[in-house]
Protein backbone atom coordinates (compact mmCIF):
# COMPACT_ATOMS: atom_id res chain seq x y z
CA UNK A 1 0.00 0.00 0.00
CA UNK A 2 2.90 2.30 -0.02
CA UNK A 3 2.48 5.54 1.70
CA UNK A 4 -0.05 6.69 -0.37
CA UNK A 5 -1.57 7.99 3.26
CA UNK A 6 1.44 9.75 4.42
CA UNK A 7 0.26 12.70 6.99
CA UNK A 8 -3.44 11.58 6.83
CA UNK A 9 -4.84 11.23 10.41
CA UNK A 10 -7.22 8.34 10.68
CA UNK A 11 -9.57 7.41 13.82
CA UNK A 12 -10.60 4.19 14.14
CA UNK A 13 -13.71 3.98 17.07
CA UNK A 14 -13.11 0.41 18.42
CA UNK A 15 -10.33 -1.91 18.59
CA UNK A 16 -12.07 -5.83 17.82
CA UNK A 17 -10.68 -7.80 15.46
CA UNK A 18 -11.92 -5.34 12.26
CA UNK A 19 -10.51 -2.67 13.88
CA UNK A 20 -6.97 -3.51 15.02
CA UNK A 21 -6.57 -5.19 10.81
CA UNK A 22 -7.79 -2.01 9.44
CA UNK A 23 -5.37 0.59 11.69
CA UNK A 24 -2.43 -2.21 10.62
CA UNK A 25 -2.81 -1.55 6.94
CA UNK A 26 -3.70 2.09 7.21
CA UNK A 27 -0.93 2.56 9.56
CA UNK A 28 1.71 0.74 7.01
CA UNK A 29 0.18 2.91 4.15
CA UNK A 30 1.43 6.03 6.00
CA UNK A 31 -1.38 7.17 8.21
CA UNK A 32 -1.44 8.33 11.41
CA UNK A 33 -3.51 6.20 12.98
CA UNK A 34 -5.27 6.88 16.25
CA UNK A 35 -7.62 3.83 17.67
CA UNK A 36 -10.10 5.23 20.41
CA UNK A 37 -11.51 2.34 22.36
CA UNK A 38 -14.28 2.34 25.00
CA UNK A 39 -13.08 -0.10 27.09
CA UNK A 40 -9.41 -0.87 29.16
CA UNK A 41 -7.95 -3.19 26.73
CA UNK A 42 -7.77 -4.20 22.98
CA UNK A 43 -10.07 -6.81 21.33
CA UNK A 44 -13.66 -6.15 21.16
CA UNK A 45 -15.52 -9.40 22.27
CA UNK A 46 -12.21 -10.78 22.39
CA UNK A 47 -11.21 -8.99 25.45
CA UNK A 48 -9.63 -11.29 28.04
CA UNK A 49 -9.69 -11.15 31.93
CA UNK A 50 -7.71 -12.81 34.87
CA UNK A 51 -9.16 -14.18 38.20
CA UNK A 52 -7.49 -16.21 40.78
CA UNK A 53 -5.09 -17.95 38.79
CA UNK A 54 -7.95 -18.62 36.10
CA UNK A 55 -7.41 -16.82 32.54
CA UNK A 56 -10.59 -16.60 30.71
CA UNK A 57 -10.82 -15.20 26.91
CA UNK A 58 -14.10 -13.45 27.32
CA UNK A 59 -15.49 -14.19 23.43
CA UNK A 60 -14.31 -16.14 20.50
CA UNK A 61 -13.09 -19.48 20.94
CA UNK A 62 -12.88 -21.28 17.88
CA UNK A 63 -9.54 -20.72 15.42
CA UNK A 64 -10.81 -21.54 12.11
CA UNK A 65 -9.80 -20.70 8.74
CA UNK A 66 -6.00 -20.25 9.65
CA UNK A 67 -4.75 -19.54 6.43
CA UNK A 68 -6.67 -15.83 6.56
CA UNK A 69 -4.94 -15.60 9.79
CA UNK A 70 -1.66 -16.08 7.82
CA UNK A 71 -2.07 -13.87 4.59
CA UNK A 72 -2.94 -11.14 7.12
CA UNK A 73 -0.06 -11.17 8.59
CA UNK A 74 2.27 -11.75 5.58
CA UNK A 75 0.81 -8.32 4.26
CA UNK A 76 3.41 -7.00 6.97
CA UNK A 77 6.44 -9.45 6.09
CA UNK A 78 5.44 -11.78 9.19
CA UNK A 79 4.23 -14.72 10.29
CA UNK A 80 1.91 -16.27 13.34
CA UNK A 81 4.64 -17.63 14.95
CA UNK A 82 6.55 -14.68 15.11
CA UNK A 83 3.46 -13.93 17.90
CA UNK A 84 2.30 -17.38 18.92
CA UNK A 85 2.48 -20.81 19.08
CA UNK A 86 -0.26 -22.67 17.15
CA UNK A 87 -1.51 -25.86 17.75
CA UNK A 88 -4.04 -28.21 15.71
CA UNK A 89 -6.68 -30.03 18.40
CA UNK A 90 -7.18 -33.98 17.98
CA UNK A 91 -10.16 -34.14 18.27
CA UNK A 92 -11.16 -31.50 16.75
CA UNK A 93 -14.42 -31.51 19.25
CA UNK A 94 -16.71 -34.12 20.73
CA UNK A 95 -20.45 -33.83 20.07
CA UNK A 96 -22.59 -34.94 23.13
CA UNK A 97 -25.96 -36.54 21.78
CA UNK A 98 -27.19 -37.93 24.74
CA UNK A 99 -26.61 -39.81 28.25
CA UNK A 100 -23.15 -42.43 27.31
CA UNK A 101 -23.74 -41.26 23.27
CA UNK A 102 -20.91 -39.19 22.33
CA UNK A 103 -18.76 -39.22 19.03
CA UNK A 104 -15.10 -37.08 18.98
CA UNK A 105 -14.76 -35.55 15.64
CA UNK A 106 -10.76 -36.60 14.45
CA UNK A 107 -8.72 -33.85 12.41
CA UNK A 108 -7.01 -36.78 10.69
CA UNK A 109 -9.46 -37.13 7.14
CA UNK A 110 -9.62 -40.98 7.13
CA UNK A 111 -10.38 -41.42 10.58
CA UNK A 112 -13.41 -38.66 10.39
CA UNK A 113 -14.36 -40.73 6.53
CA UNK A 114 -14.81 -44.33 9.08
CA UNK A 115 -16.43 -42.16 11.74
CA UNK A 116 -19.34 -41.23 9.12
CA UNK A 117 -19.34 -44.34 7.55
CA UNK A 118 -19.50 -46.47 10.95
CA UNK A 119 -23.11 -44.08 11.52
CA UNK A 120 -24.01 -44.28 8.48
CA UNK A 121 -23.51 -47.06 5.87
CA UNK A 122 -22.44 -45.01 2.27
CA UNK A 123 -21.59 -41.92 4.17
CA UNK A 124 -17.93 -41.78 3.48
CA UNK A 125 -18.50 -41.31 -0.01
CA UNK A 126 -20.89 -38.95 0.53
CA UNK A 127 -18.43 -36.98 2.80
CA UNK A 128 -15.72 -37.00 0.24
CA UNK A 129 -18.12 -35.68 -2.39
CA UNK A 130 -20.00 -33.32 0.41
CA UNK A 131 -15.91 -31.53 0.95
CA UNK A 132 -14.78 -31.75 -2.60
CA UNK A 133 -17.85 -29.17 -3.26
CA UNK A 134 -17.00 -27.36 0.15
CA UNK A 135 -13.89 -26.93 -0.92
CA UNK A 136 -14.96 -25.10 -4.41
CA UNK A 137 -17.04 -22.95 -1.72
CA UNK A 138 -14.18 -21.97 -0.04
CA UNK A 139 -12.10 -21.04 -3.01
CA UNK A 140 -14.91 -18.84 -4.39
CA UNK A 141 -15.94 -17.64 -1.11
CA UNK A 142 -12.73 -16.52 0.81
CA UNK A 143 -10.87 -15.68 -2.31
CA UNK A 144 -13.15 -14.14 -4.41
CA UNK A 145 -16.44 -12.91 -2.43
CA UNK A 146 -15.25 -11.99 0.63
CA UNK A 147 -12.69 -9.32 -0.71
CA UNK A 148 -14.81 -8.04 -2.24
CA UNK A 149 -16.46 -4.27 -0.89
CA UNK A 150 -20.20 -5.27 -1.64
CA UNK A 151 -20.91 -1.67 -2.37
CA UNK A 152 -23.52 -2.57 -4.94
CA UNK A 153 -24.40 -5.49 -7.26
CA UNK A 154 -21.38 -4.35 -9.51
CA UNK A 155 -18.91 -5.51 -7.79
CA UNK A 156 -20.26 -8.59 -8.29
CA UNK A 157 -20.61 -8.76 -12.50
CA UNK A 158 -16.65 -9.55 -12.46
CA UNK A 159 -16.88 -12.89 -15.00
CA UNK A 160 -14.41 -14.83 -12.81
CA UNK A 161 -17.27 -13.58 -9.60
CA UNK A 162 -20.08 -14.13 -11.15
CA UNK A 163 -19.36 -17.62 -12.72
CA UNK A 164 -17.50 -18.37 -8.95
CA UNK A 165 -21.02 -17.16 -7.25
CA UNK A 166 -23.25 -19.41 -9.38
CA UNK A 167 -21.91 -22.64 -8.91
CA UNK A 168 -21.72 -22.02 -4.58
CA UNK A 169 -25.45 -23.01 -4.80
CA UNK A 170 -26.26 -19.82 -3.23
CA UNK A 171 -30.13 -19.86 -3.85
CA UNK A 172 -30.43 -23.23 -1.84
CA UNK A 173 -31.10 -23.75 1.47
CA UNK A 174 -27.93 -25.25 3.78
CA UNK A 175 -30.54 -27.68 5.23
CA UNK A 176 -32.25 -29.03 1.89
CA UNK A 177 -28.20 -29.17 0.30
CA UNK A 178 -27.06 -31.08 3.38
CA UNK A 179 -29.79 -33.94 2.86
CA UNK A 180 -28.63 -34.32 -0.56
CA UNK A 181 -25.60 -36.23 0.84
CA UNK A 182 -26.81 -37.39 4.33
CA UNK A 183 -30.21 -38.56 6.07
CA UNK A 184 -28.69 -40.13 9.47
CA UNK A 185 -29.76 -37.36 11.66
CA UNK A 186 -26.56 -37.60 13.78
CA UNK A 187 -24.18 -36.41 11.15
CA UNK A 188 -26.81 -33.70 9.62
CA UNK A 189 -26.20 -32.35 13.40
CA UNK A 190 -22.36 -32.55 12.95
CA UNK A 191 -22.83 -30.90 8.93
CA UNK A 192 -24.75 -28.13 10.07
CA UNK A 193 -23.60 -27.28 13.17
CA UNK A 194 -20.96 -24.98 11.58
CA UNK A 195 -23.88 -22.94 9.85
CA UNK A 196 -25.12 -21.92 13.26
CA UNK A 197 -21.92 -19.53 14.37
CA UNK A 198 -23.73 -17.68 11.22
CA UNK A 199 -26.81 -16.70 13.09
CA UNK A 200 -29.84 -18.32 11.28
CA UNK A 201 -31.26 -21.82 11.05
CA UNK A 202 -29.44 -24.05 8.41
CA UNK A 203 -33.04 -23.82 6.37
CA UNK A 204 -32.27 -19.88 6.06
CA UNK A 205 -28.32 -19.87 5.30
CA UNK A 206 -27.34 -20.25 1.79
CA UNK A 207 -26.14 -23.50 0.71
CA UNK A 208 -22.52 -21.62 -0.03
CA UNK A 209 -21.80 -22.05 3.46
CA UNK A 210 -20.75 -25.40 3.25
CA UNK A 211 -17.80 -23.53 2.72
CA UNK A 212 -17.57 -23.41 6.53
CA UNK A 213 -17.43 -27.58 6.76
CA UNK A 214 -14.33 -27.61 4.60
CA UNK A 215 -12.70 -25.02 7.00
CA UNK A 216 -13.88 -27.36 10.29
CA UNK A 217 -12.95 -31.03 8.85
CA UNK A 218 -10.30 -29.77 6.11
CA UNK A 219 -8.49 -26.87 7.20
CA UNK A 220 -9.11 -27.95 10.91
CA UNK A 221 -9.56 -26.78 14.48
CA UNK A 222 -6.71 -25.19 16.08
CA UNK A 223 -5.78 -22.96 19.45
CA UNK A 224 -3.20 -20.43 20.32
CA UNK A 225 -1.31 -21.35 23.39
CA UNK A 226 -1.86 -18.75 26.06
CA UNK A 227 -5.41 -18.33 24.60
CA UNK A 228 -7.42 -16.07 22.06
CA UNK A 229 -6.40 -13.07 23.11
CA UNK A 230 -2.94 -13.72 22.01
CA UNK A 231 -4.42 -12.76 18.25
CA UNK A 232 -5.58 -9.29 19.55
CA UNK A 233 -1.84 -8.80 21.59
CA UNK A 234 -0.32 -9.84 18.05
CA UNK A 235 -2.42 -7.59 16.11
CA UNK A 236 -2.13 -4.74 18.55
CA UNK A 237 1.68 -4.67 18.63
CA UNK A 238 2.01 -4.77 14.93
CA UNK A 239 -0.27 -1.88 14.95
CA UNK A 240 1.97 -0.04 17.55
CA UNK A 241 4.59 -1.35 15.41
CA UNK A 242 3.68 0.29 12.70
CA UNK A 243 3.29 3.65 14.61
CA UNK A 244 -0.62 3.49 15.45
CA UNK A 245 -1.64 5.22 18.95
CA UNK A 246 -4.14 3.90 21.13
CA UNK A 247 -6.13 4.94 24.02
CA UNK A 248 -8.18 3.01 26.27
CA UNK A 249 -10.98 3.84 28.49
CA UNK A 250 -11.97 6.63 25.84
CA UNK A 251 -16.18 6.40 24.65
CA UNK A 252 -16.68 8.25 21.28
CA UNK A 253 -19.76 10.31 22.21
CA UNK A 254 -19.88 12.35 18.57
CA UNK A 255 -18.52 12.54 15.61
CA UNK A 256 -18.85 15.45 14.01
CA UNK A 257 -18.65 16.59 10.08
CA UNK A 258 -19.24 19.98 8.15
CA UNK A 259 -20.70 19.74 4.64
CA UNK A 260 -20.99 15.98 4.31
CA UNK A 261 -17.30 15.64 5.66
CA UNK A 262 -16.24 14.22 9.25
CA UNK A 263 -13.76 16.89 11.24
CA UNK A 264 -13.57 15.81 14.17
CA UNK A 265 -14.18 13.09 16.82
CA UNK A 266 -14.95 13.79 20.25
CA UNK A 267 -14.95 10.97 23.11
CA UNK A 268 -15.41 12.52 26.43
CA UNK A 269 -13.89 16.55 26.80
CA UNK A 270 -11.63 15.89 23.66
CA UNK A 271 -11.76 16.56 20.24
CA UNK A 272 -9.51 14.54 17.85
CA UNK A 273 -9.14 15.42 14.27
CA UNK A 274 -9.80 13.27 11.39
CA UNK A 275 -9.42 13.21 7.71
CA UNK A 276 -11.14 9.89 7.81
CA UNK A 277 -13.09 7.66 10.32
CA UNK A 278 -13.15 4.66 10.28
CA UNK A 279 -16.45 2.76 12.88
CA UNK A 280 -15.18 -0.48 14.14
CA UNK A 281 -17.74 -0.08 16.80
CA UNK A 282 -21.73 -1.60 16.57
CA UNK A 283 -23.10 0.18 13.46
CA UNK A 284 -26.13 0.81 14.35
CA UNK A 285 -24.89 2.55 17.34
CA UNK A 286 -22.49 5.09 15.84
CA UNK A 287 -25.10 5.85 12.77
CA UNK A 288 -27.75 6.26 15.74
CA UNK A 289 -26.04 7.97 18.57
CA UNK A 290 -23.05 9.29 17.13
CA UNK A 291 -24.36 10.81 14.08
CA UNK A 292 -26.85 13.91 13.59
CA UNK A 293 -30.03 12.79 11.86
CA UNK A 294 -29.18 14.33 8.46
CA UNK A 295 -25.85 12.16 8.16
CA UNK A 296 -27.75 8.41 8.86
CA UNK A 297 -27.82 6.69 5.91
CA UNK A 298 -30.53 4.25 8.28
CA UNK A 299 -33.46 4.80 10.25
CA UNK A 300 -34.45 2.72 13.53
CA UNK A 301 -37.25 1.43 11.20
CA UNK A 302 -33.76 -0.55 9.10
CA UNK A 303 -32.59 -1.67 12.20
CA UNK A 304 -35.44 -2.95 13.38
CA UNK A 305 -36.19 -5.22 10.40
CA UNK A 306 -32.71 -6.48 10.37
CA UNK A 307 -32.68 -10.20 11.12
CA UNK A 308 -29.58 -10.59 14.11
CA UNK A 309 -27.53 -13.41 14.44
CA UNK A 310 -28.07 -15.06 18.20
CA UNK A 311 -26.87 -13.33 21.46
CA UNK A 312 -25.05 -15.79 24.24
CA UNK A 313 -25.75 -16.28 27.83
CA UNK A 314 -22.35 -17.38 28.86
CA UNK A 315 -20.25 -18.33 32.20
CA UNK A 316 -17.11 -18.10 32.84
CA UNK A 317 -16.39 -21.01 35.32
CA UNK A 318 -13.13 -22.20 37.42
CA UNK A 319 -13.01 -25.26 38.86
CA UNK A 320 -10.47 -26.29 41.74
CA UNK A 321 -10.46 -30.41 40.25
CA UNK A 322 -9.80 -31.89 36.71
CA UNK A 323 -12.80 -32.91 35.02
CA UNK A 324 -12.91 -36.21 32.60
CA UNK A 325 -14.90 -37.00 29.64
CA UNK A 326 -14.36 -33.21 28.44
CA UNK A 327 -12.19 -32.35 25.20
CA UNK A 328 -11.32 -28.97 24.54
CA UNK A 329 -14.08 -28.19 22.52
CA UNK A 330 -17.73 -29.50 23.70
CA UNK A 331 -21.10 -29.42 21.63
CA UNK A 332 -24.55 -30.80 23.99
CA UNK A 333 -26.87 -31.71 21.18
CA UNK A 334 -28.71 -33.73 24.06
CA UNK A 335 -31.89 -31.66 23.34
CA UNK A 336 -33.95 -31.23 20.37
CA UNK A 337 -32.33 -28.34 18.62
CA UNK A 338 -35.49 -27.88 16.20
CA UNK A 339 -37.25 -26.23 19.74
CA UNK A 340 -34.13 -24.48 20.37
CA UNK A 341 -33.73 -22.67 16.79
CA UNK A 342 -37.72 -21.44 17.25
CA UNK A 343 -36.95 -19.84 20.48
CA UNK A 344 -34.31 -17.75 19.21
CA UNK A 345 -35.20 -17.45 15.28
CA UNK A 346 -39.18 -17.60 15.04
CA UNK A 347 -40.49 -17.11 18.46
CA UNK A 348 -37.86 -15.31 20.56
CA UNK A 349 -37.74 -16.32 24.00
CA UNK A 350 -35.88 -18.20 27.16
CA UNK A 351 -34.93 -21.61 25.91
CA UNK A 352 -37.23 -24.32 27.61
CA UNK A 353 -33.99 -26.95 26.92
CA UNK A 354 -31.01 -25.30 25.40
CA UNK A 355 -28.32 -26.73 23.38
CA UNK A 356 -25.22 -25.41 24.97
CA UNK A 357 -21.58 -25.48 24.45
CA UNK A 358 -18.07 -26.01 26.18
CA UNK A 359 -15.07 -24.93 26.13
CA UNK A 360 -12.13 -26.14 28.14
CA UNK A 361 -8.98 -24.62 27.14
CA UNK A 362 -7.18 -26.00 30.49
CA UNK A 363 -7.33 -29.35 28.56
CA UNK A 364 -4.73 -28.43 25.87
CA UNK A 365 -2.86 -25.15 27.67
CA UNK A 366 -2.08 -25.58 31.79
CA UNK A 367 -1.32 -21.65 31.48
CA UNK A 368 -5.04 -20.64 31.60
CA UNK A 369 -6.08 -22.52 34.92
CA UNK A 370 -4.08 -23.15 38.51
CA UNK A 371 -2.24 -26.20 38.62
CA UNK A 372 -5.28 -29.84 38.38
CA UNK A 373 -7.70 -27.25 37.67
CA UNK A 374 -9.98 -26.88 34.92
CA UNK A 375 -11.07 -23.64 32.97
CA UNK A 376 -14.69 -23.85 31.45
CA UNK A 377 -16.18 -21.21 28.98
CA UNK A 378 -20.07 -22.25 28.67
CA UNK A 379 -22.04 -20.83 26.48
CA UNK A 380 -26.05 -21.14 25.64
CA UNK A 381 -27.52 -19.26 22.19
CA UNK A 382 -30.07 -17.12 23.05
CA UNK A 383 -32.63 -14.54 21.18
CA UNK A 384 -31.63 -11.01 21.05
CA UNK A 385 -33.38 -8.42 22.38
CA UNK A 386 -34.46 -10.63 25.48
CA UNK A 387 -34.33 -9.05 29.00
CA UNK A 388 -31.52 -11.15 31.44
CA UNK A 389 -31.15 -11.11 35.47
CA UNK A 390 -29.49 -12.61 37.88
CA UNK A 391 -32.32 -14.73 38.61
CA UNK A 392 -32.12 -16.18 34.74
CA UNK A 393 -28.56 -16.81 34.83
CA UNK A 394 -28.65 -18.81 37.70
CA UNK A 395 -31.65 -20.75 36.79
CA UNK A 396 -29.43 -21.91 33.35
CA UNK A 397 -26.10 -22.09 34.90
CA UNK A 398 -28.05 -24.96 37.26
CA UNK A 399 -29.69 -25.86 34.04
CA UNK A 400 -26.54 -27.20 31.93
CA UNK A 401 -24.04 -27.69 34.73
CA UNK A 402 -26.51 -30.84 36.08
CA UNK A 403 -26.21 -31.79 32.44
CA UNK A 404 -22.46 -31.29 32.57
CA UNK A 405 -22.05 -33.37 35.32
CA UNK A 406 -25.01 -36.04 34.07
CA UNK A 407 -21.87 -36.27 30.88
CA UNK A 408 -18.91 -36.50 33.14
CA UNK A 409 -20.41 -38.58 35.79
CA UNK A 410 -18.31 -36.34 37.90
CA UNK A 411 -19.48 -33.65 40.49
CA UNK A 412 -18.31 -30.34 39.64
CA UNK A 413 -20.58 -27.34 41.59
CA UNK A 414 -19.44 -28.41 44.91
CA UNK A 415 -15.61 -27.26 42.94
CA UNK A 416 -16.41 -24.46 41.69
CA UNK A 417 -14.08 -21.43 42.99
CA UNK A 418 -15.03 -19.04 40.82
CA UNK A 419 -17.63 -17.85 38.46
CA UNK A 420 -19.12 -15.00 36.63
CA UNK A 421 -21.82 -14.47 33.80
CA UNK A 422 -22.49 -12.45 30.82
CA UNK A 423 -25.56 -11.83 29.06
CA UNK A 424 -27.14 -9.36 26.26
CA UNK A 425 -27.67 -6.60 29.08
CA UNK A 426 -23.32 -7.04 29.26
CA UNK A 427 -23.23 -7.00 25.01
CA UNK A 428 -25.11 -3.64 25.42
CA UNK A 429 -23.02 -2.09 28.30
CA UNK A 430 -19.99 -3.30 26.96
CA UNK A 431 -19.62 -2.93 23.34
CA UNK A 432 -23.06 -0.81 22.57
CA UNK A 433 -24.38 -4.20 21.04
CA UNK A 434 -27.54 -3.78 19.02
CA UNK A 435 -30.49 -5.84 20.77
CA UNK A 436 -27.85 -7.43 23.02
CA UNK A 437 -26.23 -9.22 19.72
CA UNK A 438 -23.27 -11.53 19.93
CA UNK A 439 -21.97 -12.11 16.60
CA UNK A 440 -24.07 -9.72 14.39
CA UNK A 441 -25.92 -10.10 11.14
CA UNK A 442 -27.55 -13.16 10.29
CA UNK A 443 -26.04 -14.37 7.17
CA UNK A 444 -29.63 -15.03 5.21
CA UNK A 445 -29.89 -14.59 1.59
CA UNK A 446 -30.85 -11.33 2.12
CA UNK A 447 -28.36 -10.43 3.94
CA UNK A 448 -25.27 -11.94 1.76
CA UNK A 449 -23.00 -9.82 0.55
CA UNK A 450 -24.42 -6.59 -1.16
CA UNK A 451 -27.60 -6.38 0.46
CA UNK A 452 -25.46 -5.88 4.25
CA UNK A 453 -25.11 -2.43 5.78
CA UNK A 454 -22.98 -0.80 3.37
CA UNK A 455 -19.02 -0.12 4.69
CA UNK A 456 -18.44 3.49 3.23
CA UNK A 457 -21.39 5.98 4.30
CA UNK A 458 -23.64 7.34 1.68
CA UNK A 459 -24.23 10.48 3.74
CA UNK A 460 -20.47 11.31 4.94
CA UNK A 461 -17.81 11.13 2.07
CA UNK A 462 -14.83 10.26 4.81
CA UNK A 463 -16.95 7.99 6.87
CA UNK A 464 -16.65 4.19 6.42
CA UNK A 465 -17.57 0.88 9.01
CA UNK A 466 -15.95 -2.11 9.06
CA UNK A 467 -16.56 -5.25 11.65
CA UNK A 468 -19.79 -7.90 11.99
CA UNK A 469 -22.84 -5.60 10.60
CA UNK A 470 -21.25 -4.84 7.54
CA UNK A 471 -19.12 -6.78 4.23
CA UNK A 472 -18.21 -9.55 4.62
CA UNK A 473 -20.17 -10.75 8.33
CA UNK A 474 -19.69 -11.93 11.41
CA UNK A 475 -16.76 -14.33 12.72
CA UNK A 476 -12.95 -13.37 13.37
CA UNK A 477 -11.70 -14.32 10.27
CA UNK A 478 -14.57 -12.12 8.28
CA UNK A 479 -13.46 -9.54 10.87
CA UNK A 480 -9.93 -9.14 9.84
CA UNK A 481 -10.90 -9.29 6.40
CA UNK A 482 -13.48 -6.58 6.86
CA UNK A 483 -10.86 -4.54 7.95
CA UNK A 484 -8.82 -4.84 5.02
CA UNK A 485 -11.04 -4.54 2.94
CA UNK A 486 -12.07 -0.80 4.42
CA UNK A 487 -8.54 0.21 4.07
CA UNK A 488 -8.50 -0.75 0.93
CA UNK A 489 -11.72 1.50 -0.20
CA UNK A 490 -9.88 4.52 1.57
CA UNK A 491 -6.66 3.62 -0.45
CA UNK A 492 -8.98 3.32 -3.75
CA UNK A 493 -10.61 6.87 -3.29
CA UNK A 494 -7.07 8.71 -2.23
CA UNK A 495 -5.88 7.34 -5.98
CA UNK A 496 -8.82 8.06 -7.58
CA UNK A 497 -8.82 12.50 -6.42
CA UNK A 498 -4.92 11.79 -6.87
CA UNK A 499 -5.65 10.67 -10.78
CA UNK A 500 -8.56 13.14 -11.03
CA UNK A 501 -6.14 16.35 -9.34
CA UNK A 502 -3.28 14.83 -11.99
CA UNK A 503 -5.53 15.35 -15.31
Known amino acids: MGNTLRGKKVVVIGSGFSGLSAACHLAKAGAKVLVLEKNEQAGGRARLFEEK ?12 MPDVFDKFFKHFGKTTDDYYNLI ?20 NMQELYALFESIEEGSSKQLEAFLKDAAFKYEVGM ?7 GSSMTDYLNMKVFKGLMKTDILTPFSKYARKYFTNPKLLQIIEFPVLFLGSTPSNIPALYSLMNYADMQLGTWYPMGGMHKIVEAMTNLALSLGAEFIFNSAVDKIISENGEVKKVKAGDTFYDADYVIASADYEHVEQNLLDKENRKYDAKYWDKRVMAPSC ?13 LQHHNLFFDADMSIHANEIYTNPSW ?28 LIPVAP ?16 MKRLEEHTGESILPF ?17 AFKGNAYGLANTLMQTAFLKPSLKSK ?18 PPAIISGEIVATEILKTIKTKQHEAAI
Not at 88 to 103: H, T
Not at 313 to 325: A, T, W
Not at 385 to 400: A, R, T
Not at 459 to 476: D, E, F, R, S
Open 351 to 378: PSQPLFYVSCPSKTDASVAPQNCENLFL
Open 53 to 64: GYRFDMGPSWYW
Open 313 to 325: LIYYVGVSKKIKN
Open 416 to 432: IEYQRSYAQSNFIEDYN
Open 459 to 476: KVKNLYYTGQLTVPGPGV
Open 143 to 149: NDLVYTS
Open 385 to 400: GLKDNEVIKQQYFEQI
Open 88 to 107: RLNPSYQVIFGKDDKVNIPA
